[in-house]
């Protein structure tokens, strides 16, 4: 089964510092990575994804992720973080065996980004 | 454009009622989830559906319902509510496995 493992809860920076949310993944079949932000009060929207291809991949509002299929990684990080990106971001993986029924999207607890002036 | 549309917005429930939260999309999605969201949890994958007339169990299952009659709605059925799902209720769509998925803004339901 596949499972999700956003290793900080919570990640308070300063306004223009870089930032790296962390994320690993288990699975034993091929998987779509996937980063979700949430603003308060709302509902998720896609940063960015990775399916195939090169393993950095890169969002909106500036953030990237690296996908490291040996550590089972998928990191999101940011050079310069505004005090708009304040949210909560989770991690997700779409890990399809075949067939239809068998698609599911498991989501990381999440990781809370205060970004402080 | 909608996009994904869920009604209620908000909800108490007493005890042992029922009720359907609402879920509809316009995009022609095949695939629709539903999830519930509680403090330090994370979204919890309650039910999907990859098709009219199909759907399957998540990770937290009990004590909901689905069906998926048309491709556009995907109505959750609490049968008789318990305080443990006081919640935020997410309802979402995608066209494909490795597709973007689309979030409707959410139910917030509270079971007194």
């Known amino acids: 089964a596949q499972s999700v493992t956003q290793l900080d809860s919570q990640v308070p920076v300063f306004e223009e510092a870089p930032v790296e949310l962390r994320c690993n993944y288990s699975?034993?079949?091929?998987?779509?990575l996937f980063w979700y932000v949430q603003y308060p009060n709302q509902g998720l929207q896609l940063l960015l994804k990775?399916?195939?291809?090169?393993?950095l991949v890169k969002g909106i509002n500036g953030f990237e992720a690296e996908f490291n299929k040996s550590q089972t990684s998928f990191h999101l990080r940011k050079p310069s973080v505004h005090i708009s990106d304040t949210a909560e971001y989770f991690c997700?993986?779409?890990?399809?065996?075949?067939?239809?029924?068998?698609?599911?999207?498991?989501f990381g607890k999440g990781t809370l980004l205060t970004v402080n002036p | 454009n909608a996009g994904v549309t869920q009604t209620p917005k908000f909800q108490v429930l007493k005890t042992g009622q029922s009720m359907t939260l609402q879920c509809a999309q316009d995009?022609?999605?095949?695939?629709m989830s539903w999830y519930r969201q509680d403090p330090g949890m994370g979204l919890r994958l309650i039910h999907y559906?990859?098709?009219?007339?199909?759907?399957d169990q998540g990770e937290v299952p009990n004590g909901y319902n689905v069906s998926r009659s048309t491709t556009e709605d995907f109505p959750l059925r609490l049968l008789s509510a318990a305080p443990s799902q006081t919640s935020v209720y997410f309802c979402?769509?995608?066209?494909?496995?490795?597709?973007?998925?689309?979030f409707g803004q959410g139910t917030r339901l509270t079971v007194v």
């Open positions: 979402a769509s995608s066209f494909t496995e490795n597709t973007e998925a689309f």
């Open positions: 997700a993986v779409s890990d399809y065996s075949g067939g239809g029924s068998n698609y599911k999207l498991t």
């Open positions: 699975s034993s079949v091929s998987v779509y």
């Open positions: 990775y399916l195939s291809g090169s393993t």
């Open positions: 995009m022609n999605h095949e695939y």
């Open positions: 559906s990859v098709g009219a007339g199909i759907t």
